[in-house]
């Protein structure tokens, strides 16, 4: 059914107290995409994430992942660990330890307590650190308590700990917001960089952002898909166009 | 974690100090009384109480208010060893029941008090029953996602439970009187000097001992995983951990240290009532991990002898104010040292005496 897809979502719908989050909403994900979800607020990205990351039941609807794992049935700890990584609209990262043990509890392996009770730090795993820190150009301030960090930094660390856990899939909560638009650019980069190995879904707002990212997009509102293209195809699009201006 | 591997050294020096100047000849002026000693091997039992509650509330953010229930039952599981050591020597001389049932007129012991009369196993239980209790307590709590303030009240309701199960004569521990008149230990006779003074050493021991493992723990990946479950506990999730098990873990720990705690404490008081499980007994644990400092493990063990000794010297002269004494510490900890005794810049007065000692000016150390 649906094994040539990595993230399949069909007729989703959730409901909190009457109000439809999601109205059987429908999206492919292929291996190695890259996606833009885009849409007003209230349109149902956040809540679509919550759904795909055990947050979230659904009321109704099917989130399969690589096609053999029902995610509707799975709680967060599982779906992190089957390989799907989530970055939040605002950063959080443990702002009490340092930059380095931020990415050291992100590292993908050891997750019961006496695993971690028993861990002592390998050399691949200083490595695998050494290695993030240098792409989310964090290496000086390595020994940093992560709350002191400045906001774009934060969101670096946040992406840096997605890298740590090595998904399969990332979900990614407007990275850019409260940056600069160098670090913006930055970002895109960086986003584009990861991409080459792994699945992304990023939502954004900033459509500059977007538009460096040159990939599908597609437009939510009220809880269902809107449109689907590339950004010039669905910015042209008439009920966007409604949509996002009003009338 | 400030200060873990002096304050533990300074523990056991301490106690053996005390210990050595109490077997000095009486007439002697650095003469130590018997009684000394055996407050001290007090307050050091209650500094593992302190040490419990610290790892859960100071470290993984658990504000417990029930945790005097593992100590008590720590001190029963022990109790209940020594009531059997006293065989026939008790005021019915009966050798197979404690007094307590005999004057229930029990004619049998119950099931549960079997194995008690051995030392080894007393201990055992004095470990695993409270750790049993906060494993199950504790895996009920944290995978409902209970936490804050409704955990530390379902923590007061707990010891509440337990401290009026215990007033029961039924339950078969003494009921209200609990279990007292106990003669000695492994045959060595509870009222001596020298078992006084080993069994204080002992408790040092124990606690230094608890210091450099809850130490060790922290201060690896455990303990920065506890911290981020502390601080953020949602996002430990979606990066994979569980963090309900995360916290039993440290909790079922505590319960242990509380436990043994409580065995070492009715040894040295020679008397366990339900009275142990009074919730205001579980707060005052909490004011003196506030008082010493909260998260710095060396200062549960500093507030709880402290904080003790206030009472004693304070309930000796105004026992019916003490306890406003208490919630007036409290709460003057609270408003003015809200990182306890151990948060005072001390590492400016050691700069400053370095400093001094240098004959350099007085430098201020960050």
């Known amino acids: 059914m649906s094994t040539q897809n990595l993230l399949y979502l069909d007729a989703v719908s959730v409901s909190f107290d009457g109000f ?27 809540t679509m994430m919550d759904v ?15 096609g053999e794992h029902d995610l509707t049935k799975l709680d967060e700890p599982t779906i992190a660990r089957l390989g799907i990584g989530r970055k939040f609209q605002k950063p959080t990262v443990f702002e009490q330890l340092s930059v380095r043990d931020n990415l050291l509890l992100s590292l993908k392996g050891k997750r019961r307590p006496f ?7 390998t050399a691949e795993e200083a490595a695998r650190i050494a290695g993030i820190l240098a792409t989310t150009r964090l290496a000086d301030h390595a020994t940093r308590q992560a709350g002191a960090l400045s906001h774009g930094q934060k969101q670096w660390l946040e992406i840096g700990m997605l890298l740590g856990q090595d998904p399969e899939l990332l979900l990614v909560d407007e990275p850019v917001a409260g940056m ?22 990023v939502v954004e707002h900033d459509m500059d952002f977007v538009r460096a990212l040159d990939v599908r997009v597609t437009v939510l509102h009220e809880g269902s898909v809107l449109a689907e293209g590339n950004l010039d195809d669905v910015s042209n699009n008439p009920r966007v166009i409604e949509v996002y201006l009003g009338r | 974690m400030i200060a873990v591997r002096p304050a533990a050294l300074l523990t056991v020096a301490a106690a053996v100090l005390l210990a050595l100047l109490n077997l000095l000849p009486a007439a002697s002026a650095l003469h ?9 091997g007090k307050y050091l039992s209650f500094a593992l109480l302190g040490i419990a509650v610290d790892l859960v509330w100071g470290f993984a953010g658990i504000l417990t208010l029930g945790h005097a229930a593992f100590f008590a039952l720590g001190g029963y599981a022990m109790g209940m060893y020594l009531m059997r050591e006293i065989g026939t020597r008790g005021v019915y001389g009966n050798a197979n029941l404690p007094d307590f049932m005999v004057f229930l007129s029990w004619n049998k012991l119950p099931w549960y008090w079997h194995g008690f009369d051995h030392f080894g196993f007393a201990l055992l239980m004095a470990l695993a029953v409270p750790g049993a209790l906060a494993a199950l307590f504790g895996w009920l709590a944290f995978r409902s996602r209970v936490s804050g303030v409704y955990l530390s009240i379902m923590t007061q309701a707990l010891t509440y439970a337990l401290l009026l199960a215990f007033f029961r004569n039924d339950m078969g521990f003494g009921g209200n009187n609990g ?23 002992l408790t040092a021991l124990m606690v230094a001992g608890s210091l450099m493992l809850t130490r060790a723990i922290l201060s690896g990946r455990f303990g920065s995983l506890l911290t981020a479950v502390r601080d953020a506990e949602s996002r430990t999730r979606f990066l994979g951990y569980r963090p309900d098990h995360i916290k039993l873990v440290i909790w079922v720990l505590s319960a242990l240290i509380a436990g043994l705690g409580g065995a070492l404490y009715v040894i040295q008081v020679g008397i366990i009532n339900p009275g142990e499980f009074a919730p205001a007994n579980s707060i005052e644990a909490v004011i003196w991990v506030a008082v010493g400092g909260r998260g710095t493990l060396s200062g549960a063990v500093l507030g709880a002898i402290l904080v003790n000794l206030g009472k004693t010297l304070f309930t ?9 004494a208490l ?9 003015f040292l809200p990182r306890g005794i151990m948060g005072l810049p001390w590492n400016r007065l050691t700069g400053l005496a370095r400093g001094l000692r240098s004959g350099a000016k007085a430098d201020v150390a960050p």
Not at chain 1, 191 to 196: C, D
Request: hydrophobic fraction near 50%; charged fraction near 20%.
């Open chain 2, 316 to 324: 000796g002269l105004l026992p019916e104010l003490w306890l406003y």
């Open chain 1, 20 to 46: 439809r989050a999601l109205n059987a909403l429908s999206l492919l994900l292929a291996p190695g995409e890259m996606r833009a979800i885009i849409g007003p607020n209230g349109a149902g990205k956040t």
């Open chain 2, 32 to 40: 130590v009384p018997d009684f000394a000693v055996g407050l001290a």
């Open chain 2, 179 to 201: 279990l007292t008149d106990f003669k000695d230990v492994l045959g060595f006779d509870l009222h001596s000097s020298v078992t006084r003074a080993v069994m204080l050493v």
């Open chain 1, 115 to 121: 695993a971690v009770l028993a861990a002592r730090e």
């Open chain 1, 52 to 66: 795909i990351t055990g947050k979230t039941r659904p009321d109704t609807g099917t989130v399969e992942f690589r």
């Open chain 2, 327 to 335: 919630g007036a510490l409290f709460i003057l900890t609270t408003l």
């Open chain 1, 180 to 201: 600069t638009d160098a670090e913006t650019a930055q970002t895109a980069d960086l986003l584009r960089e990861i991409n080459r190995t792994r699945s992304v879904v």
